[in-house]
């Protein structure tokens, strides 16, 4: 069965403090992995992707890592900020060819930056 | 403005009553895609549409129902028969089949 695992749950950090966000997925075959940052109350906003070539993605403060062999994925934050705040959902796309991307989605890190 | 809108924010259905949720997109995407979110759940599809007058089941389709007569509409009717509806809907569009889905602000839907 494809899943993937996302941890921590949830976190809290200082405005200003670097983060890391774990993804483990057992998607099979595996096309790409997508980090998407969810605010509250609205829709997922794409931040990353990458393909089963790429090792680092970045976006900003956002940076995306893959290791297809052991099949995980991270997103660190830099020097976070007060909007950083939200849920983010990695998703791993499971269908190479054809049909519409079979997508199968974590449940998401709870990220939470106070002051 | 391009973009994905849904109507309405908030929803209320009664029992036994079905209701539509609209999503429109103008970003002359081809596929386009139903989720529902629950809390502490991934996202899970519930009908997807890579072409207009042609719409696939995913994996949760019971007790929901959709139509594609326009590129630039999908909308998704939560019947009768949809025991638990209570929950985060959000629709999403994509260029093609395998490009990055682009999701629209939600709908909540709930039951009095």
């Known amino acids: 069965k494809n899943q993937v695992e996302q941890s921590p749950q949830s976190l809290i950090i200082l405005e200003g403090k670097n983060c890391t966000l774990q993804?483990?997925?057992?998607?099979?075959?595996?096309?790409?992995l997508r980090w998407y940052k969810q605010d509250t109350g609205r829709g997922p906003v794409s931040l990353t992707i990458?393909?089963?070539?790429?090792n680092t993605k970045s976006n900003g403060r956002y940076t995306a890592t893959l290791d297809a062999d052991t099949k995980q994925s991270s997103l660190h934050i830099t020097a976070s900020q007060l909007s950083d705040s939200a849920s983010y959902i990695c998703v791993v796309s499971g269908v190479l060819t054809g049909t519409a991307s079979k997508l199968t989605f974590g449940t998401g890190t709870r990220l939470q930056v106070t002051l | 403005d391009g973009g994905i809108t849904q109507s309405p924010k908030y929803l209320f259905r009664k029992e036994g009553q079905n209701v539509t949720l609209s999503c429109e997109q103008n970003l002359n995407h081809d596929a386009m895609y139903w989720y529902r979110q629950d809390p502490g759940q991934g996202l899970r599809l519930i009908y997807y549409s890579q072409i207009v007058n042609d719409f696939q089941k995913g994996d949760i389709a019971e007790g929901y129902s959709v139509s594609r007569e326009k590129k630039e509409s999908f909308p998704l009717t939560v019947t009768s028969a949809q025991k638990n509806p209570t929950a985060f809907y959000l629709c999403?569009?994509?260029?093609?089949?395998?490009?990055?889905?682009?999701f629209g602000p939600g709908t909540r839907l709930l039951v009095l």
């Open positions: 999403a569009s994509s260029i093609g089949a395998q490009e990055t889905q682009y």
């Open positions: 993804c483990n997925y057992t998607v099979s075959p595996f096309s790409n």
């Open positions: 990458m393909t089963f070539s790429e």
